[in-house]
């Protein structure tokens, strides 16, 4: 249906739905969803699926840790009694408050630390570090060992090695952790594909949405993973890039769904969820509504038609120089500097779609001096050639050097 034809706005639209851009989506019951079929039709809590060969089932909706959890508990508690029980977070994240406010509930709640599947990561690569790091998140979180524990944000399975595998063993030795992984969010899918051939990854957690999990290398990667026993976590899943879109393809998504009792968000879960080779999709949900309206779509999840599906198809051609996808092989290698277009490209998309503008900033506040100073001024005309999606790379990198000085 063409909303735009029948008068609609975009604006009109999205208000009519509850619908706010990516970070919001309506309460379950606003959703399509009923009392009697909440209660008697459907689960009362968040399915679970197998985490590769670990033999653990988890929960396919995950916390993900990246909000002010100190000062919002009750979202913890919520989570547990709607079965969200996959807990993802950071020993970076919000300067470690992610953490101490896990431990925090931790402490009030004792018995719900058996009933939780934690995740931490780490952004070390030694070893030395690495047990640092672990050593911290413990201590904050108010635990003896997390149940996996990943090396942060990789671009090639090559920063990982024996010392790395003898570190890990180390640690599960020991009790501190039960299993160990990384996560990549740059150069997906050769990172999935070499990690399916080491022989001691656990879990991984990789960008994965409905714009490129149809890609052939990303389903090789995925289902390499999937025979190797490696159990892998989506994040990014909406879909959202470095540029926003008003487009008629995002009416006709917006349209359709409503119109089938879920909203556009809670769609894009649902085509994730797809793939039974995907254990859990982790979400950052610092909102009852939106951990309400997530659960709701995992509660509900069915599979979508081929209508459903083409229509996302439809809406990723129509706006795919839109998206950074990540794959940062393709154009960085041709920059004299090493300016890493996919991480600018992934705090653009912090700021512009998610509104964490101060997580955007403070991250590119990080990258090197040195680095920051080339990044208005480098000549990304190859990069450009080389992106398969054809981003205009120079302009959003002038446009991220403004924004996020």
């Given at each position: 249906?063409?909303?735009?034809?029948?008068?609609?706005?975009?604006?009109?639209?999205?208000?009519?739905?509850?619908?706010?851009?990516?970070?919001?989506?309506?309460?379950?019951?606003?959703?399509?969803?009923?009392?009697?079929?909440?209660?008697?039709?459907?689960?009362?809590?968040?399915?679970?699926?197998?985490?590769?060969?670990?033999?653990?089932q988890?929960?396919?909706?995950?916390?993900?840790?990246?909000?002010d959890?100190?000062s919002?508990q009750?979202?913890?508690?919520?989570?547990?009694?709607?079965?969200?029980?996959?807990?993802?977070?950071?020993?970076?994240?919000?300067?470690?408050?992610?953490?101490?406010?896990?431990?925090?509930?931790?402490?009030?709640?004792?018995d719900?630390?058996?009933?939780?599947?934690?995740?931490?990561?780490?952004?070390?690569?030694?070893?030395?570090?690495?047990?640092?790091?672990?050593?911290?998140?413990?201590?904050?979180?108010?635990?003896?060992?997390?149940?996996?524990?990943?090396?942060?944000?990789?671009?090639?399975?090559?920063?990982?090695?024996?010392?790395?595998?003898?570190w890990?063993?180390?640690?599960?030795?020991?009790?501190?952790?039960?299993?160990?992984?990384?996560?990549?969010?740059?150069?997906?899918e050769?990172?999935?594909?070499?990690?399916?051939?080491?022989?001691?990854?656990?879990?991984?957690?990789m960008?994965?949405?409905?714009?490129?999990?149809?890609?052939?290398?990303?389903?090789?990667?995925?289902?390499?993973?999937?025979?190797?026993?490696i159990?892998?976590?989506?994040?990014?899943?909406?879909?959202?890039?470095?540029?926003r879109?008003?487009?008629?393809a995002?009416?006709?998504?917006?349209?359709?769904?409503?119109?089938?009792g879920?909203?556009?968000?809670?769609?894009?879960?649902?085509?994730?969820?797809?793939?039974?080779?995907?254990?859990?999709?982790?979400?950052?949900?610092p909102?009852?509504?939106?951990?309400?309206?997530?659960?709701?779509?995992?509660?509900?999840?069915?599979?979508?038609?081929?209508?459903?599906?083409?229509?996302?198809?439809?809406?990723?051609?129509?706006?795919?120089?839109?998206?950074?996808?990540?794959?940062?092989?393709?154009?960085?290698?041709?920059?004299?500097?090493?300016?890493?277009?996919?991480?600018?490209?992934?705090?653009?998309?912090?700021?512009?779609?998610?509104?964490?503008?101060?997580?955007?900033?403070?991250?590119?506040?990080?990258?090197?001096?040195?680095?920051?100073?080339?990044?208005?001024?480098?000549?990304?005309?190859?990069?450009?050639?080389r992106?398969?999606?054809?981003?205009?790379?120079?302009?959003?990198?002038?446009?991220a050097?403004?924004?996020?000085?």
């Amino acid at each position: 249906m063409n909303y735009r034809k029948k008068g609609y706005t975009r604006r009109d639209f999205l208000k009519t739905a509850g619908v706010a851009g990516i970070g919001s989506v309506v309460a379950p019951y606003a959703a399509g969803i009923s009392r009697a079929e909440a209660s008697e039709n459907k689960p009362s809590r968040v399915p679970t699926r197998p985490f590769g060969k670990t033999g653990v089932q988890v929960s396919i909706l995950s916390l993900g840790g990246m909000f002010d959890i100190p000062s919002n508990q009750i979202i913890l508690r919520q989570a547990l009694g709607l079965g969200v029980t996959h807990w993802d977070t950071a020993n970076s994240y919000g300067y470690g408050q992610s953490e101490t406010g896990i431990g925090r509930f931790f402490q009030s709640n004792p018995d719900a630390r058996q009933q939780i599947f934690l995740v931490t990561k780490s952004g070390e690569r030694s070893p030395s570090g690495l047990t640092r790091m672990l050593d911290t998140s413990l201590e904050r979180m108010n635990t003896s060992y997390v149940d996996l524990f990943f090396v942060h944000g990789i671009r090639r399975v090559s920063e990982i090695d024996n010392k790395t595998r003898a570190w890990a063993e180390d640690a599960k030795s020991k009790g501190k952790i039960r299993f160990f992984g990384f996560s990549t969010h740059n150069n997906m899918e050769n990172c999935l594909l070499d990690a399916s051939k080491l022989g001691w990854i656990d879990g991984i957690m990789m960008t994965y949405n409905f714009r490129i999990m149809h890609s052939d290398t990303m389903k090789r990667a995925v289902a390499a993973c999937r025979d190797a026993g490696i159990g892998l976590t989506a994040m990014k899943t909406q879909g959202g890039g470095p540029v926003r879109t008003d487009s008629e393809a995002e009416l006709e998504i917006a349209g359709h769904f409503v119109q089938k009792g879920f909203t556009p968000e809670q769609a894009k879960l649902m085509a994730v969820w797809e793939n039974r080779d995907i254990s859990n999709i982790c979400s950052q949900m610092p909102s009852m509504n939106l951990l309400s309206a997530n659960a709701a779509a995992a509660m509900r999840w069915k599979s979508l038609t081929t209508s459903d599906l083409r229509l996302f198809e439809n809406y990723d051609h129509e706006t795919a120089s839109d998206y950074c996808a990540g794959c940062s092989q393709f154009c960085e290698p041709v920059l004299k500097d090493s300016i890493p277009i996919c991480d600018v490209m992934r705090y653009l998309m912090y700021a512009r779609n998610y509104g964490d503008k101060e997580l955007a900033v403070t991250l590119f506040q990080e990258i090197p001096s040195n680095v920051k100073h080339q990044i208005p001024r480098a000549d990304y005309s190859e990069a450009e050639k080389r992106c398969p999606r054809h981003l205009a790379i120079g302009q959003l990198m002038k446009e991220a050097a403004s924004e996020l000085a």
